[in-house]
């Protein structure tokens, strides 16, 4: 009905603004598009299941000689073991803030505030935290308490970085979580009390059970985000190349989006390591994209559960 | 109002539910002490990354590479412990040490300071706040420069480049990014037919799921060539080609929070708009673009925080050259991308390691100002038209 009375005031005006409006959503999709497409074009020619499942033996900057699988173990390996750390902190403070909190308390706002600035945080930044806290601080004071006159965990380590990517992801689980818990029914609550269960026996066997999607969701979006960071592992444990695969939690890795940034400005021929580099970008789109993909849609069928407002 | 009514129930006030157990009253404690984490995390980052920070800050950090020099003869007019810190060893060492070695390497510190040239420079503390913030005329210079060149002899370390060279990349970054990600957020949530709609958001949001890492490549390896020869560029690799890309990261950021803003001016603003006459783009436009516009300017200010904080895409896509220059066209280095490169090769504790911490905790504080900021808004915005509706 309003895009009849709509269609009786059209003049330039509206016409120029709803165009110039339109033109920048496509620009966005456009761009997307093209990002996708020439990762795609250019990658998989390069991409095969020698490649992936080898590791460089002579030459790490051709793609006829190099192999991703310790860079994948790597990438992998970090990211678990990230989720381990970040999943239960963030699944543990969402429920306090949305079943205990009160909302207009200060510590509840102070908790708030603290999420939102630890999501803003450059992920620089975190890379310095790391190296000042995980392996200045409590690695050094390791090595010291345990006696090791070398250092064993005052140094880059596959534990400090994923506990250095789980501080940094600890919003995106808690904020993913938080509004799962929200879009529960509180008459699946109330009916839970009513059958004589208490308020804690509620949240694990009830609240929790429904809110899963939700909290998978802020699992994927967080393992999606991390596999690609570059910059907390930066000084925490990426390595520039690596005989072996990591096989304790402090020895340093091989990692895939790490490898991007090598393979992009390392190169001592970029012509060459070009169609690798390609290779690589798809195989790391691949693993973000895909998550990311999975989690926008859990996502869109927990919304529109909430506004379906039960 | 009655306390027993059934939707004053108050779920919240709950605390263990019709049976008490011991168990649960530790389990809820513990539930509480987790939840305090995050306040912890963002208070542990501030105090160990300013920690590094912190003898520059209050200046007591020396980058002086001649000290003052004792002769050996004079040994003995020192007590043991100024002798000690002279040298600069540890008291466990210094007491294994007999008299003759402690003279011994004396003489070598009377040699060394002979063969250090004698000029003016090697005598400034370079990490001094004047150093860092105003130009100094350095030995060998017409006038007064702002310089970064943490490896020279004289180790020089003027912040005024790096944040020049943030704030250059980061403008051409919003100067792109802001028309677009606010046109999309006004034209999908108010102007696109709403079938479209559903997916046109999360299709934008996709944008976010490219790691910074990739669009850096890819600027590397697809935009750079193309401007360069479009716009003949005197180099491949600028401010303006790392602003592009740093653009595309914060699309996103900028994008879900204007439209959030947007969308929630009540459906009633519109509505009154169009049953006035107005066509939609005007109901958009002239009613609820303003009613919304705290929540676009706290997306701006966000996307601001994104931007200067953003690493790899700037890393490996403006060239790096540490030098002060206003074009956008030239080479630029970032703070972010000037811990990242230099870290790795800075000496733990020396001036240049505390220097680039000392980065790392301004730049914190920008973009914990600038978030801050942006939260309060988007907050006050959401009260007010929640007590409008």
């Known amino acids: 009905m309003s895009g009849k009375f709509a269609r009786q005031r059209q003049d330039w005006g509206s016409k120029l603004g709803e165009w110039s409006t339109g033109a920048a959503t496509l620009l966005i999709l456009a761009i997307l598009a093209v990002i996708l497409g020439s990762a795609l074009i250019n990658g998989i020619p390069n991409v095969s299941l020698r490649l992936l499942l080898s590791s460089s033996s002579s030459d790490m900057f051709e793609v006829s000689k190099a192999g991703l699988l310790p ?19 963030g699944v543990i403070t969402a429920v306090y803030l949305t079943e205990y909190a009160r909302r207009t308390s200060i510590l509840t706002k102070l908790i708030q505030t603290a999420v939102n600035n630890l999501a803003g945080v450059p992920s620089i930044v975190f890379g310095l935290f790391g190296l000042g806290f995980f392996i200045g601080f409590i690695g050094r004071n390791m090595d010291y308490l345990l006696g090791h006159s070398e250092s064993e965990w005052g140094k880059p ?12 992801t600890l919003p995106v689980v808690i904020v993913a979580t938080e509004e799962a818990l929200r879009a529960i029914p509180p008459g699946l609550r109330e009916a839970s009390l009513a059958l004589g269960a208490t308020k804690l026996q509620t949240i694990i066997r009830v609240v929790l059970p429904n809110a899963l999607p939700g909290i998978l969701t802020g699992a994927i979006l967080a393992v999606s985000r991390a596999a690609g960071e ?77 506004r379906s407002g039960h | 109002m009655f306390p027993s009514a059934p939707h004053e129930f108050d779920w919240k006030k709950i605390r263990r539910g019709n049976r008490f157990q011991p168990g649960e009253w530790l389990a809820e404690r513990l539930i509480f002490l987790v939840s305090l984490s995050a306040i912890l995390m963002v208070f542990l980052i501030f105090l160990f990354v300013a920690r590094e920070a912190f003898p520059i800050l209050i200046g007591t950090a020396t980058s002086a590479s001649n000290q003052k020099v004792i002769p050996a003869s004079e040994m003995d007019k020192l007590s043991a412990e100024q002798l000690r810190v002279y040298l600069g060893m540890k008291p466990d060492d210094f007491k294994k040490q007999d008299r003759e070695t402690l003279k011994l390497l004396m003489e070598v510190r009377e040699e060394a300071a002979k063969e250090t040239p004698d000029d003016r ?44 060279g943030s704030l250059k990349t980061t403008f051409v970054a919003l100067l792109f990014a802001v028309p677009i990600a606010l046109g999309a957020a006004l034209y999908v949530s108010q102007l696109a037919p709403p079938r479209l709609r559903e997916w046109l958001k999360p299709s934008i949001e996709m944008l976010s799921g490219i790691p910074s890492v990739v669009l850096g490549s890819f600027a590397l390896l697809v935009a750079a060539p193309f401007l360069e020869h ?5 180099t491949m690799l600028n401010a303006f080609v790392a602003g592009l890309a740093l653009g595309l990261t914060c699309v996103p950021v900028i994008f879900s929070i204007a439209e959030d803003a947007i ?34 300017f706290a997306a701006v200010v966000l996307g601001f925080g994104r931007a200067i904080g ?8 403006s060239g790096n050259a540490a030098q002060l220059s206003g074009s956008i066209f030239d080479s630029a280095r970032t703070v972010t991308a000037t811990i990242a490169a230099e870290l790795a090769e800075a000496v733990f504790g020396s001036p240049h390691y505390r220097v680039l911490f000392l980065l790392g905790t301004l730049l914190f504080g920008i973009t914990f100002v600038s978030n801050l900021a942006g939260q309060m808004i988007v907050g006050s915005l959401k009260g007010r038209l929640e007590g409008k509706r």
Do not use: C
């Open chain 2, 310 to 317: 953003e690493t790899m895409v700037v890393l490996i896509a």
């Open chain 2, 230 to 234: 479009l716009l003949n560029l005197p």
């Open chain 2, 263 to 296: 969308s929630s001016v009540p459906q009633s603003f519109t509505q009154a708009a169009l049953a006035l006459g107005a066509s939609r783009w005007r109901a958009a436009w002239d009613v609820v673009t303003p009613a919304a516009l705290p929540g676009i």
């Open chain 2, 121 to 164: 420079d090697s005598g400034i503390n370079t990490v001094g706040w004047r150093y860092l913030l105003r130009p100094f005329q350095w030995g060998g210079l017409s006038k007064p420069e702002y310089i970064w060149a943490p490896t020279s002899r004289i180790p020089k370390f003027n912040l005024i480049p790096l944040f020049v």
């Open chain 1, 71 to 89: 860079l994948l173990v790597g990438t992998v390996a970090r990211v678990f073991l990230m989720t381990l750390f970040v999943l239960p902190v």
């Open chain 1, 157 to 168: 380590a596959l534990l400090w970085a994923s506990l250095t990517l789980a501080v940094m």
């Open chain 1, 230 to 306: 570059v910059a907390p592992i930066l000084f925490t444990g990426a390595a520039y190349y690596m005989r072996d695969m990591p096989h304790a939690l402090n020895d340093q890795f091989m990692d895939l989006a790490y490898h991007t940034y090598i393979l992009s400005t390392q190169s001592p021929n970029i012509d060459k390591t070009r169609p690798l580099l390609f290779a690589v970008v798809l195989v790391l789109l691949g693993l973000t994209f895909s998550l990311n993909i999975v989690a926008v849609l859990v996502r869109s069928r927990v919304r529109r559960k909430l």
